[in-house]
């Protein structure tokens, strides 16, 4: 997927690139006027909007439409755990991403550390790997996280969300949040999915939309950007679009395993998405390789754009195993069902060339 004539986008994890379906949602719902709270013509047509990208985006994760709030990001609908404290004491899988981590360990005073009323809050699929997180069995209707029992559980779909089937009501989660830019919707637009039967306090307060669980006027061009790129989302993996990216992403690592023999492949073996490779090359840092790679033309990732900026290695791949030494040398390449051949083979040439110089200059 270029960018420009001169830029090749492989940065998807980061974010998707708007669907023109979604861009053609959003200027077609700027032209409405309408509140979808009011009760006028105009407003009901906002709201029909609304309701129809509400259908949507259910239709994707595989829950009822009236469990879905919408939210301006997955990083608000993560903030439900902020509200379900102090009656709930969170514990964070630690391949969680960032915006659940700021929550773990969070708790009242009154909360025993070994009582009931615990979240164990997860992820899906890790951003910076791939790598997909099986979910533990439960017991007697709870999640064991740390030797804790925990009776709900939050999944984190954003990464994972229309690259892989997912269904919620299968799930066994009683909560979870997803952002529409990771599948080509727009920015500043997200859901939390509730279970049906759930009580949750408002995420804000005030008129009482999104049933009451999330105040404020619906953003309703974002909204229906979203809808239409989670119906794409979901055409997409029917056709097995996915399955070709994973094909493509498996010939990017052969290629460069031929050349860089100590690469190391982060979560090879592991059940992974289909588009996402990381690798780490000793000695050679990964905020180096991006520049290296911008320079060249390629839109690539050290780890998570959500905690870019940090100089330490990341904290997903010490926990895998990683010293942090070796973590800071990670590089992710993440493409999507529009990356091509070409585009891929391009950027082997490319790394490979800057990998050669590195062991020339280490010889």
Known sequence: ???????????????????????????????????PSSVHAEGR????????????????????????????????????????????????????????WAHRDMASASVARD??????????????TGVITERPDPVDGCWSADGVRCDRLLLD???????????????????????AHKLGGPKGVGALIVREGMEIEA????????????????????????????QDASLDLAAGRWAAAEAL?????????ASAKETIFVGRDSRRLPNTSCFVTPGWKGETQVMQMDLAGFAVSSGSACSSGRVKGSRVLRAMGLDAQAAECALRVSIGPTTTESEVMRFVDAWTKQEGKLRQRAA
């Not at 960018?3 to 980061?14: E, G, H, I, S």
């Not at 009582?115 to 910076?128: C, D, K, Q």
């Not at 779909?157 to 952002?179: M, P, Y």
């Not at 992403?249 to 395993?257: K, M, P």
């Open 203 to 230: 995420l804000l307060c005030g008129g009482g939309q999104e049933l009451g669980r999330r105040s404020g006027t619906e953003n309703v061009a974002g909204i229906a950007g979203f809808g239409a790129a989670a």
């Open 249 to 257: 992403r498996d010939d990017l690592e052969n290629a460069l395993e």
């Open 1 to 35: 997927m270029s960018v420009k004539d001169d830029r090749t986008y492989l940065d998807w994890n980061a974010t998707a690139p708007l669907r023109p379906s979604a861009r053609s949602a959003v200027n077609a719902a700027l032209e409405e006027t309408g509140n």
């Open 45 to 100: 047509r906002a709201r029909g909007i609304v309701e129809r990208a509400r259908v949507q985006v259910a239709e994707l994760v595989g829950c009822n439409p009236a469990e879905v709030v919408f939210t301006s990001g997955a990083t608000e609908a993560a903030s439900v755990l902020r509200h379900l404290a102090p009656e709930h004491f969170v514990r964070v899988h630690a391949y969680a991403h960032d915006c659940l």
């Open 115 to 128: 009582g009931p009323g615990h979240v164990l809050a997860m992820s899906h699929a890790n951003s910076e």
């Open 157 to 179: 779909i954003a990464q994972s969300a229309g690259k892989v089937h997912f269904e919620f009501r299968a799930s066994g989660a009683d909560l979870a949040i997803l952002s």
